[in-house]
């Protein structure tokens, strides 16, 4: 990839990447992300059986439905945000051994829940689940440490990253009172509604509304103008008060809920299209085509939300797997960037014209279109009660995997070949 001298002069960002921290530290988390990503579509597809006759509490069901939830999604938003948080709020990184510690903390947590539950080993279970509630205790505190550390204005992006990670504590909070449920103390399947819709909502539902925040206008070269970007926060917030306020009340408040999120998302879409409109690039990012279809099946997922399907989980799955892989098509080449910027002469910031040479142009495009099909099988699987179109959305999904990294690597070589080349 080419620069100029005039590129250097001209660019002038808004985050510090001299703060970013060793590649092993994200990466860590998100090359194991993938690993249970992995894991979680083998088991669907075996155990697609009782997934299409919606026996969700099968106890190797409940085992997938971690692996993702705790296994994939969050520990991708864990690494993204050991990367993230130091560079956009100019902090010094976590150390790599403090981040070690509690990624094995994290994945013995993890692992053991997740056995605990295939097993019925109520024991492992709860050691296994203290220990991953510790895990995530230790990692808020690091995140909520660098962000009381940062000089940078306490707006919506810094407000965003806080409510996330006190969205990820509720969550394990809520799975207590689950673990209450079994003994009568609360009815079981209140708690579980609540339990998934602050999962999604108020931790990885906020935090994409946060990471968007930069990367929508990053993408479109562009500025986020006249935009009030707190308002999708605060309806999605909304909605997530009520679920909470339900668990004392009716359950026809978490369908009012559904009616926020509906209107989350729909402002989201209108702010999102409105930044890109008025970005300077003169090609659209083909990014934007994954996020779209990402998009797409968040708001069919928030609108059978209000009539408490369980479909609004499947399709909101999809969705985030959908907008996570759109946008890594873009976050990894960019970490590997600026790890090797770093050990070059010239701008640190020349990480951002070397990315340009390593991305895969149309991997998001093939993410978009997967997902949908993906999430398209997944529905008719269910709602046909057919195990193989079940399992055809669990190979949907690996092939999604393996054209990530197929795109990611074809991309890497090309931007290896082209070089670059000093101001």
Do not use: C
Not at 194 to 217: D, E, R
């Amino acid at each position: 990839m080419e620069y100029s001298t005039q590129d250097a002069e001209r660019y002038k960002p808004s985050i510090n990447i001299e703060q970013a921290p060793r590649m092993a530290a994200p990466l860590l988390y998100l090359g194991t992300a993938y690993g249970f990503l992995i894991a979680s579509a083998v088991l669907f597809i075996v155990y697609a059986k009782w997934v299409a006759h919606g026996a969700y509490g099968y106890p190797h069901v409940i085992m997938m439905v971690h692996f993702f939830t705790l296994g994939f999604l969050s520990m991708t938003a864990m690494g993204i945000l050991n990367q993230w948080v130091p560079v956009v709020f100019d902090v010094p990184p976590l150390g790599v051994r403090r981040v070690f510690i509690n990624f094995v903390l994290y994945f013995m947590g993890i692992s053991g829940f997740a056995w605990g539950f295939a097993q019925q080993w109520w024991a492992l279970l709860a050691v296994s689940g203290t220990v991953l509630a510790l895990a995530i205790l230790i990692w808020s505190a690091g995140i909520m440490e660098q962000l009381g550390q940062s000089f940078k204005p306490r707006d919506s992006v810094y407000r965003g990253i806080q409510g996330a990670v006190a969205g990820f504590n509720v969550v394990w909070v809520l799975g207590v009172f689950m673990a209450l449920s079994f003994f009568g103390w609360w009815p079981e399947y209140q708690v579980l509604r609540v339990h998934i819709s602050t999962a999604l909502v108020a931790w990885m539902g906020f935090l994409v509304l946060t990471v968007q925040q930069k990367l929508i206008p990053m993408f479109s070269m562009s500025k986020a103008e006249g935009v009030n970007l707190g308002i999708s926060f605060y309806l999605a917030a909304g909605g997530v008060l009520l679920g909470w306020v339900s668990l004392f009340t009716s359950g026809i408040l978490l369908r009012m809920g559904a009616v926020f999120w509906v209107a989350a998302v729909a402002v989201t879409v209108m702010q999102s299209i409105h930044v890109v409109r008025q970005g300077k690039s003169k090609v659209l990012d083909r990014v934007f085509v994954g996020v779209a279809s990402a998009w797409f099946l968040l708001l069919a997922a928030a609108v059978l939300a209000f009539w408490l399907s369980p479909l609004a989980i499947v399709l909101a799955f999809w969705g985030m797997l959908t907008l996570i892989f759109s946008y890594q098509a873009r976050i990894f080449p960019f970490i590997v960037a600026v790890a090797v910027a770093k050990r070059l002469p010239g701008p640190v910031f020349k990480a951002f014209f070397m990315a340009q040479a390593m991305h895969s142009k149309n991997q998001p495009v093939v993410a978009g279109m997967l997902g949908l099909v993906g999430a398209a099988l997944a529905v008719i699987g269910r709602v046909a009660a057919v195990p193989a179109v079940e399992a055809a959305s669990g190979a949907v999904a690996l092939l999604l995997v393996a054209s990530q990294f197929a795109g990611l690597a074809a991309a890497m070589v090309r931007g290896r070949k082209q070089g670059p080349v000093r101001p």
